[in-house]
């Protein structure tokens, strides 16, 4: 099954940067960071109703003649922003049967190693998993739209970064997403965070009455992972 590591390690082989002096240079494959402890070991509970909610929530109506999802739901244009299907398709660095899985619905597996993968790579805090969970259901209710196969990974990534962003000083900059997930550019990740913005009308704020409630709530229906 394709993780963050190995799909990374195929694009960074294949595509292709202008380096400084306007040559052609490959990307170097990224390397997770060596760092103390994984940053969601501390509380699995956390982690496990993330990867829930992005299984329980995921659909995979797939339109036969093109491939891309059926929307039903609204803004369907800001919904194309967040679809991954052309890069996939078109990118000569995944073979075909990579493609046709990061295409398909996703075992939990595939969302569990990607998501973890990135929280060590960038070395996010549990905590802010659940504000992105928070985040992320205002979203999806505002926006009416679906998780699909070919969005849950960017709405991951978007919805963490802006988390992140909020509850932090330091974050993760536009480039560095680009380094971490390079079938989006640095404008195109702007442009999804401020569609999730637009759409959930900039209510970012998150109380600590909110906060806790969604705790409350994942240490009472989860366990965790032994």
Excluded at 24 to 50: L, N, Y
Aim: overall charge neutral; aromatic content about 10%; glycine content about 2%.
């Amino acid at each position: 099954m394709c993780n963050l590591r190995s799909l990374l390690q195929a694009i960074h082989e294949h595509a292709k940067a202008k380096s400084s002096d306007g040559t052609e240079d490959k990307w170097r494959p990224i390397k997770v960071h060596d760092c103390q402890q994984d940053a969601c070991s501390e509380d699995e509970r956390i982690f496990t109703t993330f990867v829930d909610f992005l299984m329980k929530n995921m659909k995979s109506s797939i339109d036969a003649d093109s491939c891309e999802p059926i929307v039903e739901n609204q803004f369907p244009e800001e919904f194309e922003k967040f679809s991954e299907i052309n890069r996939i398709v078109q990118n000569k660095g995944l073979k075909t049967s990579e493609k046709a899985e990061l295409i398909s619905a996703p075992v939990r597996q595939v969302i569990d190693n990607f998501t973890r993968d990135f929280a060590k790579i960038c070395h996010v805090k549990p905590e802010i998993f659940v504000y992105g969970l928070i985040l992320l259901k205002r979203f999806l209710r505002a926006s009416r739209w679906a998780i699909r196969p070919t969005t849950w990974r960017p709405m991951v990534l978007v919805s963490i970064r802006l988390a992140q962003k909020i509850e932090e000083e330091a974050t993760l900059s536009t480039k560095t997403m680009n380094y971490v997930y390079p079938l989006f550019s640095v404008g195109e990740f702007v442009d999804m965070e401020n569609i999730l913005l637009n759409i959930i009308q900039y209510r970012t704020y998150v109380s600590i009455e909110r906060f806790t409630g969604e705790l409350q709530s994942i240490y009472e229906h989860t366990r965790p992972r032994s």
